[in-house]
C-alpha cells in the first residue's frame, strides 16, 4: 500500500529552528509537497521538490532524498504565526497526491 | 495568479436537507478540480476528481448518489451533499490545476459545513 509517515506534533521555541521529517513509501515518484495549514483553513502550497537536493525559500527550505523515501521540511528563525499543521504529499506514478496526516507545529515563546 | 475560491464559507443546515457547494478558478482554467474533506486534527481525504465535461470519478466508499460533483465548465465544479445528516458535518476543500502547472493543486479556502 502507500503510505506517508510524519510526526504527529512537534513543539520548538520563538527563534529557533525545527526540522519536520517525512517517509514514504509510493507506487512511483512524480514529486513532495510541503503544505502549511492554519486550523480552519484550507492548505497553502510552501514547496515542491522532484529531484534529490535541498530547496531553499526564505526561512523555509525543503530536501529530498528519493532513494531514500525521505523528505524534511526545514524552518529557521520560528516565529509564532509559524504555528500551523505541516502536510507531507507525494505525487505517485498516477499523479494522484497522497497525503501524510500532518504534523502539528506548536511555537513556544 | 491561481486563485481558487469557494462558496459559500460557511453553512448550517437541517438533517435531510441538500447543499451546494462551489469551487471556481478565478484567473485561470482549471483542467482538473478535486474535492476534499478534512475531520477535525484529521488529514485530507481525497472524495473525488473531475475533469470539466465529464464525470467525476470517485474514491472508494465515497458514495457518488450522495455527493453530486457537477464540473460544467473550466472555472467552476459544484459538490452537492444530498440529504445532508450530521456525519456529514465536515470541511470541504476543492482544489484545482492547470494544464501548465499539472504537478501542482491549488486550494480554495474551504467550507465548513455543519448539519443539525
Known amino acids: 500500500g502507500q503510505n506517508i509517515d510524519q510526526p504527529t506534533e512537534m513543539t520548538a521555541t520563538e527563534g529557533a529552528i525545527v526540522q519536520i521529517n517525512c517517509t514514504y513509501q509510493?507506487?512511483?515518484?512524480?514529486?513532495l509537497f510541503w503544505y502549511q495549514q492554519h486550523a480552519g483553513e484550507a492548505p497553502t502550497f510552501l514547496s515542491y521538490n522532484v529531484l534529490d537536493g535541498l530547496e531553499e525559500k526564505g526561512r523555509f527550505s525543503s530536501f529530498l532524498s528519493r532513494s531514500k523515501g525521505y523528505s524534511y521540511l526545514l524552518l529557521k528563525e520560528l516565529q509564532m504565526k509559524d504555528s500551523a499543521s505541516y502536510l507531507c504529499?507525494?505525487?505517485?506514478?498516477?499523479?494522484?497526491?497522497?497525503w501524510g496526516a500532518g504534523t502539528k507545529l506548536i511555537i513556544k515563546p | 495568479g491561481a486563485v481558487v475560491s469557494q462558496h459559500p464559507s460557511r453553512v448550517i443546515c437541517k438533517s435531510g436537507t441538500s447543499v451546494k457547494i462551489e469551487c471556481r478558478s478565478l484567473?485561470?482554467?482549471?483542467?482538473?478540480m478535486f474535492w476534499y474533506r478534512q475531520f477535525p486534527k484529521k488529514s485530507l481525504m481525497l472524495m473525488a476528481t473531475?475533469?470539466?465535461?465529464?464525470?467525476?470519478?470517485?474514491e472508494q466508499g465515497v458514495e457518488k448518489d450522495k455527493f453530486l460533483i457537477n464540473h460544467a465548465s473550466l472555472t467552476l465544479s459544484t459538490l452537492t451533499v444530498t440529504s445532508a445528516h450530521p456525519e456529514d458535518s465536515s470541511f470541504y476543500i476543492c482544489?484545482?490545476?492547470?494544464?501548465?502547472?499539472?504537478?501542482?493543486?491549488?486550494f480554495g479556502p474551504g467550507t465548513r459545513l455543519t448539519v443539525l
Open positions: 504529499a507525494v505525487t505517485d506514478s498516477n499523479y494522484q497526491l497522497i
Open positions: 473531475s475533469n470539466e465535461g465529464s464525470k467525476a470519478t470517485y
Open positions: 484567473d485561470f482554467q482549471a483542467t482538473t
Open positions: 509510493t507506487s512511483g515518484f512524480n514529486g
Open positions: 482544489s484545482a490545476t492547470t494544464s501548465g502547472r499539472a504537478y501542482e493543486q491549488f
